[in-house]
Protein backbone atom coordinates (compact mmCIF):
# COMPACT_ATOMS: atom_id res chain seq x y z
CA UNK A 1 0.00 0.00 0.00
CA UNK A 2 1.38 3.53 -1.31
CA UNK A 3 1.72 5.57 2.01
CA UNK A 4 2.99 9.11 0.95
CA UNK A 5 4.35 11.69 3.71
CA UNK A 6 5.41 15.33 3.63
CA UNK A 7 7.69 17.20 6.36
CA UNK A 8 7.71 19.43 7.76
CA UNK A 9 4.39 20.21 7.91
CA UNK A 10 4.67 24.10 8.00
CA UNK A 11 7.03 26.38 6.83
CA UNK A 12 7.94 30.02 7.12
CA UNK A 13 10.47 31.38 5.11
CA UNK A 14 12.04 35.55 4.49
CA UNK A 15 10.80 36.91 0.62
CA UNK A 16 13.72 35.86 -1.21
CA UNK A 17 15.10 32.74 -0.06
CA UNK A 18 15.33 29.23 -1.62
CA UNK A 19 13.90 26.62 -0.40
CA UNK A 20 13.22 22.56 -0.55
CA UNK A 21 9.80 21.05 0.11
CA UNK A 22 9.91 16.87 0.90
CA UNK A 23 8.18 14.14 -0.43
CA UNK A 24 8.50 10.45 0.71
CA UNK A 25 6.74 7.45 -0.41
CA UNK A 26 6.73 3.70 0.48
CA UNK A 27 5.89 1.98 -2.92
CA UNK A 28 9.07 3.02 -5.39
CA UNK A 29 7.40 0.87 -8.63
CA UNK A 30 6.08 3.85 -9.77
CA UNK A 31 6.33 5.70 -12.84
CA UNK A 32 5.41 9.11 -11.92
CA UNK A 33 5.34 11.62 -9.38
CA UNK A 34 3.25 14.53 -9.17
CA UNK A 35 3.30 18.55 -7.31
CA UNK A 36 0.13 20.26 -7.05
CA UNK A 37 -0.37 23.64 -4.93
CA UNK A 38 -3.87 24.50 -3.05
CA UNK A 39 -4.22 27.69 -2.02
CA UNK A 40 -6.90 28.33 1.41
CA UNK A 41 -10.22 26.56 0.78
CA UNK A 42 -9.47 26.30 -3.53
CA UNK A 43 -8.81 23.41 -5.28
CA UNK A 44 -5.42 21.74 -6.98
CA UNK A 45 -3.43 23.60 -9.30
CA UNK A 46 -0.59 20.73 -10.85
CA UNK A 47 2.55 22.52 -10.73
CA UNK A 48 4.60 19.51 -12.14
CA UNK A 49 4.32 15.82 -13.18
CA UNK A 50 7.40 13.64 -13.42
CA UNK A 51 7.96 10.73 -14.96
CA UNK A 52 9.96 8.06 -13.63
CA UNK A 53 12.53 8.02 -16.58
CA UNK A 54 13.07 11.68 -15.10
CA UNK A 55 15.16 12.29 -12.64
CA UNK A 56 14.10 16.16 -12.78
CA UNK A 57 11.52 18.81 -14.05
CA UNK A 58 11.25 22.34 -14.38
CA UNK A 59 9.26 25.16 -14.54
CA UNK A 60 9.74 28.68 -14.35
CA UNK A 61 11.49 29.09 -10.67
CA UNK A 62 10.08 25.45 -9.61
CA UNK A 63 12.49 22.33 -9.78
CA UNK A 64 10.93 19.00 -8.88
CA UNK A 65 13.18 16.00 -8.41
CA UNK A 66 12.47 11.94 -8.00
CA UNK A 67 14.70 9.39 -7.03
CA UNK A 68 12.94 6.37 -6.82
CA UNK A 69 15.30 3.74 -5.17
CA UNK A 70 15.07 6.03 -2.16
CA UNK A 71 11.59 6.82 -1.90
CA UNK A 72 11.72 10.81 -2.21
CA UNK A 73 11.24 13.56 -4.32
CA UNK A 74 11.96 16.81 -3.70
CA UNK A 75 10.44 20.64 -4.83
CA UNK A 76 12.50 23.72 -5.31
CA UNK A 77 11.09 27.10 -5.02
CA UNK A 78 13.56 29.37 -6.23
CA UNK A 79 13.72 33.00 -4.89
CA UNK A 80 10.43 32.82 -3.08
CA UNK A 81 7.85 35.63 -3.32
CA UNK A 82 5.21 36.06 -1.15
CA UNK A 83 2.60 34.42 -3.59
CA UNK A 84 4.68 31.50 -3.49
CA UNK A 85 2.31 31.10 0.22
CA UNK A 86 0.24 27.84 -0.45
CA UNK A 87 -0.14 24.55 0.75
CA UNK A 88 1.93 22.13 -1.54
CA UNK A 89 0.73 18.43 -2.07
CA UNK A 90 3.03 15.69 -3.58
CA UNK A 91 0.95 12.71 -4.67
CA UNK A 92 1.78 9.39 -5.89
CA UNK A 93 -0.08 6.40 -8.04
CA UNK A 94 -1.29 4.29 -5.66
CA UNK A 95 -0.48 0.97 -7.54
CA UNK A 96 1.36 0.84 -10.71
CA UNK A 97 -0.87 1.63 -14.01
CA UNK A 98 -3.07 3.02 -11.92
CA UNK A 99 -4.26 6.69 -11.71
CA UNK A 100 -5.56 6.46 -8.51
CA UNK A 101 -3.54 9.22 -6.23
CA UNK A 102 -2.12 9.19 -3.01
CA UNK A 103 -1.37 12.34 -1.23
CA UNK A 104 0.49 13.36 0.96
CA UNK A 105 -0.93 15.72 4.14
CA UNK A 106 0.77 18.80 2.77
CA UNK A 107 3.63 21.24 3.67
CA UNK A 108 2.12 24.93 4.08
CA UNK A 109 4.34 27.06 2.99
CA UNK A 110 4.26 30.92 4.22
CA UNK A 111 6.67 33.46 2.81
CA UNK A 112 7.47 36.22 4.89
CA UNK A 113 7.77 40.15 3.08
CA UNK B 1 -11.05 25.78 -23.22
CA UNK B 2 -12.97 25.07 -20.01
CA UNK B 3 -11.16 23.35 -16.94
CA UNK B 4 -12.75 21.00 -14.85
CA UNK B 5 -15.95 22.32 -13.20
CA UNK B 6 -17.74 21.02 -10.00
CA UNK B 7 -21.08 22.92 -8.64
CA UNK B 8 -22.11 24.18 -6.34
CA UNK B 9 -19.12 25.79 -4.67
CA UNK B 10 -20.80 25.84 -1.25
CA UNK B 11 -23.59 23.60 0.15
CA UNK B 12 -24.63 23.31 4.06
CA UNK B 13 -26.72 19.97 4.73
CA UNK B 14 -28.34 18.78 7.96
CA UNK B 15 -26.83 15.43 9.51
CA UNK B 16 -29.59 12.51 7.85
CA UNK B 17 -30.18 14.68 4.52
CA UNK B 18 -28.68 13.69 1.14
CA UNK B 19 -26.36 15.56 -1.35
CA UNK B 20 -25.63 15.50 -4.92
CA UNK B 21 -22.04 17.17 -6.38
CA UNK B 22 -21.76 17.93 -9.66
CA UNK B 23 -18.76 17.69 -12.12
CA UNK B 24 -18.20 18.02 -15.81
CA UNK B 25 -14.45 17.41 -16.81
CA UNK B 26 -11.68 19.28 -19.25
CA UNK B 27 -12.64 19.03 -22.63
CA UNK B 28 -10.88 15.52 -24.36
CA UNK B 29 -11.37 14.06 -20.95
CA UNK B 30 -13.45 10.87 -20.32
CA UNK B 31 -12.68 9.77 -16.82
CA UNK B 32 -13.81 11.07 -13.36
CA UNK B 33 -12.44 10.64 -10.25
CA UNK B 34 -13.56 12.07 -6.60
CA UNK B 35 -11.76 13.10 -4.05
CA UNK B 36 -12.86 13.80 -0.19
CA UNK B 37 -10.21 16.19 1.46
CA UNK B 38 -11.10 16.74 5.26
CA UNK B 39 -9.18 20.16 6.67
CA UNK B 40 -5.77 19.68 7.44
CA UNK B 41 -5.65 16.81 5.32
CA UNK B 42 -4.66 15.44 2.25
CA UNK B 43 -7.29 14.01 -0.47
CA UNK B 44 -8.69 10.62 -0.08
CA UNK B 45 -9.89 8.61 -3.35
CA UNK B 46 -13.18 8.12 -3.45
CA UNK B 47 -14.16 6.90 -7.17
CA UNK B 48 -13.51 6.85 -10.52
CA UNK B 49 -15.58 6.63 -13.48
CA UNK B 50 -14.73 5.86 -16.58
CA UNK B 51 -17.79 4.29 -19.93
CA UNK B 52 -20.38 5.16 -17.07
CA UNK B 53 -19.37 2.40 -14.92
CA UNK B 54 -17.89 2.96 -11.74
CA UNK B 55 -13.98 1.51 -12.00
CA UNK B 56 -11.84 1.86 -8.41
CA UNK B 57 -13.08 2.49 -5.48
CA UNK B 58 -11.22 3.99 -2.18
CA UNK B 59 -12.26 3.03 1.70
CA UNK B 60 -15.69 4.75 1.27
CA UNK B 61 -18.87 3.77 2.39
CA UNK B 62 -21.89 2.45 0.43
CA UNK B 63 -23.76 6.23 1.37
CA UNK B 64 -21.28 7.22 -1.34
CA UNK B 65 -22.82 6.61 -4.64
CA UNK B 66 -22.01 7.90 -8.36
CA UNK B 67 -23.27 8.31 -11.98
CA UNK B 68 -21.12 9.13 -15.32
CA UNK B 69 -23.49 10.58 -17.98
CA UNK B 70 -22.74 9.97 -21.74
CA UNK B 71 -21.10 13.45 -21.92
CA UNK B 72 -18.43 12.27 -19.41
CA UNK B 73 -19.61 14.53 -16.83
CA UNK B 74 -20.48 13.01 -13.44
CA UNK B 75 -22.47 13.67 -10.09
CA UNK B 76 -21.48 12.59 -6.55
CA UNK B 77 -24.62 10.93 -3.92
CA UNK B 78 -23.85 11.20 -0.31
CA UNK B 79 -26.92 9.86 1.72
CA UNK B 80 -27.37 9.83 5.38
CA UNK B 81 -24.77 12.61 5.80
CA UNK B 82 -22.61 12.30 8.76
CA UNK B 83 -20.90 15.31 10.45
CA UNK B 84 -18.01 13.66 9.32
CA UNK B 85 -18.39 14.05 5.71
CA UNK B 86 -17.92 17.45 6.16
CA UNK B 87 -15.15 18.58 3.55
CA UNK B 88 -13.73 19.38 0.07
CA UNK B 89 -15.09 17.24 -2.06
CA UNK B 90 -12.96 17.59 -5.49
CA UNK B 91 -13.27 16.20 -8.48
CA UNK B 92 -10.17 15.20 -11.28
CA UNK B 93 -10.59 14.27 -15.35
CA UNK B 94 -8.25 12.69 -17.20
CA UNK B 95 -8.32 10.77 -20.79
CA UNK B 96 -7.26 7.37 -21.19
CA UNK B 97 -4.66 8.16 -23.10
CA UNK B 98 -2.50 9.91 -20.55
CA UNK B 99 -4.65 8.93 -17.77
CA UNK B 100 -1.38 10.02 -15.21
CA UNK B 101 -1.96 13.49 -15.74
CA UNK B 102 -4.97 14.07 -13.70
CA UNK B 103 -6.46 17.74 -12.99
CA UNK B 104 -8.47 18.82 -10.58
CA UNK B 105 -11.37 21.36 -10.12
CA UNK B 106 -11.95 24.06 -7.80
CA UNK B 107 -13.92 21.83 -5.33
CA UNK B 108 -16.98 22.14 -3.36
CA UNK B 109 -17.38 22.67 0.31
CA UNK B 110 -20.06 20.67 2.29
CA UNK B 111 -20.82 21.75 5.55
CA UNK B 112 -23.14 19.03 7.43
CA UNK B 113 -24.54 20.38 10.61
Known amino acids: KQEVTQIPAALSVPEGENLVLNCSFT??????LQWFRQDPGKGLTSLLL?????REQTSGRLNASLDKSSGRSTLYIAASQPGDSATYLC????????????FGTGTRLTIIP | DAGVTQSPTHLIKTRGQQVTLRCSPK?????VSWYQQALGQGPQFIFQ???????QRGNFPDRFSGHQFPNYSSELNVNALLLGDSALYLC????????????FGPGTRLTVT
Open chain 2, 92 to 103: ASSSRVRFYEQY
Open chain 1, 27 to 32: DSAIYN
Open chain 1, 50 to 54: IQSSQ
Open chain 1, 91 to 102: AAPTTVGNEKLT
Open chain 2, 27 to 31: SGHDT
Open chain 2, 49 to 55: YYEEEER
